[in-house]
């Protein structure tokens, strides 16, 4: 059984920085991508960042990149999303997402397995 557990996240204010973990079990993850995508109020869920499980090649959406960095580490078969800079807009549930595909892709249907979420809030 496939299992994202997120955690981290929390309350910051704007300029600060976060950390996100997801650690991922129950199944290889070669050839797979494991994205940060996020859902803030009101508004439809969209991808963030994302990353190649066995190459480690990163993805960003514009708005993030320069500012947060993605890594995974195969040993402990978790991958993090670390988040500087915050702004307001930031401002949402993140959530973990694992999928059979060569690259993140900001598609949602291209991922099979989701975690929980976790909150983020950043105050201004």
């Known amino acids: 059984q496939v299992q994202l557990v997120e955690s981290g996240g929390g309350l910051e204010q704007a300029g600060g920085s976060v950390s996100l973990s997801c650690r991922a079990s129950?199944?290889?993850?070669?050839?797979?991508?494991i994205s940060w995508f996020r859902q803030a109020a009101g508004k439809a869920r969209e991808f963030v960042a994302g990353i190649t499980w066995t190459e480690g090649k990163p993805a960003y959406v514009n708005s993030v990149r320069g500012r947060f960095t993605i890594s995974r580490d195969n040993a402990k078969n978790t991958v993090v999303l670390q988040m500087n800079r915050l702004e307001s807009k930031d401002t949402a549930i993140y959530y973990c997402a694992a999928g059979p595909t060569h690259i993140p892709t900001p598609a949602i249907s291209d991922y099979d397995y989701w975690g929980q979420g976790t909150q983020v809030t950043v105050s201004s």
């Open positions: 129950g199944r290889t993850f070669d050839n797979w991508s």
